[in-house]
DNA sequence: ATATTACTTTGAGTTAACTCCAAGTCAATA
DNA sequence: TATTGACTTGGAGTTAACTCAAAGTAATAT
């Protein structure tokens, strides 16, 4: 698979692709003789990892660091599992922090539809 | 209340508080003769209210986009409404997100418990 | 064979959101 | 009253994570 057909799977820019792979957020790509990347199915899912994990805020550094104990072989099973429970509450975290948020935005936007239908304006929707 | 009691009440900087008023993500601030930030209850719900929105990501563009509804009175309850409803799109597309991140990070760690317990690592294990 | 297009690399530039700094003012204590 | 420490401002600097640019090479279409 080139980089474009990955990009366009996933929606990102090649830039972001190269990137990931120059600085080890993904191991490095299979090419062709040419020298152009040619992405094999566990490059895919490398990038697919990779993808989820930043879109939940997981920071560069600790894909890397996952990706280099990784190449290290078995003996970093149990710092990889470590590294991956330290991720997963961090995510849980701002998954909490989303979701008071979350019932924020509902409470005020109830306010708001219930000010406009009625004209009437309580205290609460003051903010 | 001063600018330290509101920083140590909500765990942030006084230069992020600071930053807030200048660029408008709360409206001015109340002051003593002297000059010097005097937080009101009413200042206090609008730090509260940027703190969370920020802490879900929603841009600093649209809280002073809201603000700056908010100070031009009664006619534009509508926008406000509307402005919340984008925001709690974007929060709820990034919550789901981060949802997904979280089954990810379990059923690898729940791989990595038993790789490590039983000394087999199954191909899901990869990666 | 040639032109166009897509790829390559290295390194610099951008963006959002802070974060820090310098110089000055004010308030509380010795 | 002098000093100490916290506050003020405007503006510059930082950081993470991309994003773009320039110059060159390779693959594809005519």
Known sequence: MTIKEVCEKYDITPDTLRYYERVGVIPEVNRTKGGIRDFSEEDIKWVENAICMRSAGVPVEMLIEYVRL??????????????????????????????????????????????????????????
Chains 1, 2 share one sequence.
């Not at 590294?83 to 849980?92: M, S």
């Not at 019932?103 to 406009?116: G, P, Q, T, V, W």
């Open 70 to 127: 990784f190449q290290q072989g078995d003996g970093t099973l149990e710092a990889r599992r470590n590294l991956l429970i330290e991720a997963r509450a961090e995510v849980q975290k701002q998954l909490d922090k989303y979701q008071s948020t979350m019932d924020r935005l509902n409470y005020k936007i109830s306010r708001y539809d219930e000010a406009l239908k009625t004209g009437i304006l309580s205290w609460d929707d003051k903010q």
